[in-house]
């Protein structure tokens, strides 16, 4: 929703200030100028990214319409999910939940958070690195370490499109150029027998590429680029929070100390409070006992 208010507002403040500054609004109008920056970008787009990457970028653009993948209630499941996985594991050991890792669908465990299990990508970096515990018998630093690759990993893949996005927003304003010098070669291959007007609107056309060029690159991309780099960086949390429940909880503490030092990794919009936390996981506890 945000981003569509501000792609308003670009919009309504240059064109709204081109108009009141005596401007109209078709002189802004060259169709082949926007076919040559436009047409030209992707091209060089396709050309840099492999097919992927690509594909990524654009459903990752889609995706900025849409509400965040993972809100507090989201997280609240995340971290009572990490808990139930820690308990069961405290009180009946490792293998206990090797059944669980294998067919997480048919999981008791996991089948209790359907949001969660839902998330494909997220089940598969959780499961894995239970796995490396359950038969890697590592230490926490050993532990923690290869986490920390994997989460460089997922980072770096996850933020690929909007590295992708950035350089065509960069590269916008050259090709606006390349539109402009194109425009200034056909008023000059025009000069002969033209008139003065026709000369001012063949000049005016060759500088709106310059404009287009400019206003897409830090109007549109830009903004959109770094918007899909936050989003990435926030959906990273999910995957960080698993990773920290788990270095704690090898590194020999309760499950509520563990869970918490994974709490204390949210940031504060999406961050569970203590006392609510807290009252979620004493009732995961009054189930476990009447059980």
């Known amino acids: 929703m ?32 926007i076919l040559i920056i436009c047409g030209a970008a992707f091209g060089a787009f396709v050309i840099s990214n492999p097919i992927k990457v690509v594909k990524a970028t654009f459903g990752n653009t889609l995706a900025l319409l849409k509400a965040p993948r993972y809100r507090r209630a989201d ?19 490792m293998l206990a939940i090797e059944a669980d890792l294998e067919a997480p669908d048919k999981s008791a465990l996991f089948s209790e958070y359907p949001r969660i299990l839902a998330d494909h990508h997220f089940i598969e970096f959780t499961t894995d690195c239970l796995r490396l515990m359950v038969g890697g018998n590592l230490d926490p630093h050993e532990l923690e370490s290869l986490l920390e690759y994997e989460l460089e990993n997922h980072h770096k893949e996850s933020t690929e499109p909007s590295h992708a996005l950035q350089q065509v927003g960069d590269s916008l304003p050259g090709f606006g150029i390349v539109a402009a010098v194109l425009g200034i070669v056909n008023t000059m291959g025009a000069l002969e027998g033209a008139d003065t007007a026709t000369i001012g609107h063949k000049v005016a056309a060759a500088l709106v590429g310059t404009f287009l060029g400019i206003l897409v690159a830090y109007g549109f991309v830009g903004p959109t680029a770094s918007a899909m780099a936050h989003r990435a960086h926030e959906e990273g949390k999910a995957f960080e929070v698993v990773k920290m429940a788990l270095v704690a909880s090898v590194r020999g503490y ?22 609510d936390l807290e009252n979620h996981l004493k009732g995961k506890k009054k189930e476990a006992a009447a059980a």
């Open 254 to 275: 309760a499950p509520p100390v563990a869970i918490e030092f994974a709490r204390k990794l949210l940031f504060s919009e999406v961050r569970p409070k203590f006392a």
């Open 75 to 93: 997280y609240v499941d995340i971290l009572k999910l990490l808990y139930d996985i820690l308990v069961k594991i405290r009180k009946s050991g």
């Open 2 to 33: 945000f981003q569509i208010i501000g792609t308003l507002v670009v919009i309504g403040s240059v064109v709204v200030g081109f108009m009141l500054d005596g401007g109209h609004l078709l002189a802004l109008w060259h169709p082949t100028e």
